[in-house]
T-cell receptor, first 116, second 113 residues
Framework: EAGVAQSPRYKIIEKRQSVAFWCNPISGHATLYWYQQILGQGPKLLIQFQNNGVVDDSQLPKDRFSAERLKGVDSTLKIQPAKLEDSAVYLC??????????????FGPGTRLTVL | AQSVTQLGSHVSVSEGALVLLRCNYSSSVPPYLFWYVQYPNQGLQLLLKYTSAATLVKGINGFEAEFKKSETSFHLTKPSAHMSDAAEYFCAVGGGATNKLIFGTGTLLAVQP
């Protein structure tokens, strides 16, 4: 079974530029998460989708971050404009629809963003 | 509300020695608890999880953890460290309506030869 795919793996941009990250979850997984992991910290949830609907975006800085999952499969996370403090690893995770044994989130390799 | 505290941001052990990584949690609902491992430049890999079944949970690579409700703890142990165990370990708490995970700040494990 293929895992969670993310691209690009690395991205370097100047502040005030825009950037987009892509995630393809495990086939059949209804729930998709984007996390931000700043160096030296644990991952922090940015947004959670159930199919193509947003379940939780309370931690998403909506003035500059946006995310979509139009067809309920892959997802894009965008930052516009980027700030220095956005330098982090952006992790995508997916999970099957609820029920016994479906509580585990599976993580992709992440995209490391450096804002100069 | 849920939170996780990992005591010790850096732990160093000798190869063959006991590994003990500490995690305490706070949760207003019955918690699900997880330990994930992260190797350099990789995503998070699940080591083990507690989801209200057996309190002693066995995971991959010889790791195990015990859920102690009275102590609100979920410490990770391994009897004998191997060089390949060197990585960062994250404890996380989940549960509730959205099942989102709240992660601790991580413990970097170094294994000395």
């Amino acid at each position: 079974e293929a895992g969670v795919a993310q691209s690009p793996r690395y991205k370097i941009i100047e502040k005030r530029q825009s950037v987009a990250f892509w995630c393809n979850p495990i086939s059949g997984h209804a729930t998709l998460y984007w996390y931000q992991q700043i160096l030296g910290q644990g991952p922090k949830l940015l947004i959670q989708f159930q199919n193509n609907g947003v379940v939780d975006d309370s931690q998403l800085p909506k003035d500059r971050f946006s995310a979509e999952r139009l067809k309920g499969v892959d997802s894009t996370l965008k930052i516009q404009p980027a700030k220095l403090e956005d330098s982090a690893v952006y992790l995508c995770a997916s999970k099957p629809r609820g029920g016994p044994g479906t509580d585990t989130q599976y993580f992709g390799p992440g995209t490391r963003l450096t804002v100069l | 509300a849920q939170s996780v505290t990992q005591l010790g941001s850096h732990v160093s052990v000798s190869e063959g020695a006991l590994v003990l990584l500490r995690c305490n949690y706070s949760s207003s609902v019955p918690p699900y608890l997880f330990w994930y491992v992260q190797y350099p430049n990789q995503g998070l890999q699940l080591l083990l999880k507690y989801t209200s079944a057996a309190t002693l949970v066995k995971g991959i690579n010889g790791f195990e953890a015990e859920f102690k409700k009275s102590e609100t703890s979920f410490h990770l142990t391994k009897p004998s460290a191997h060089m390949s165990d060197a990585a960062e370990y994250f404890c996380a708490v989940g549960g509730g309506a959205t099942n989102k995970l709240i992660f601790g700040t991580g413990t970097l494990l170094a294994v000395q030869p």
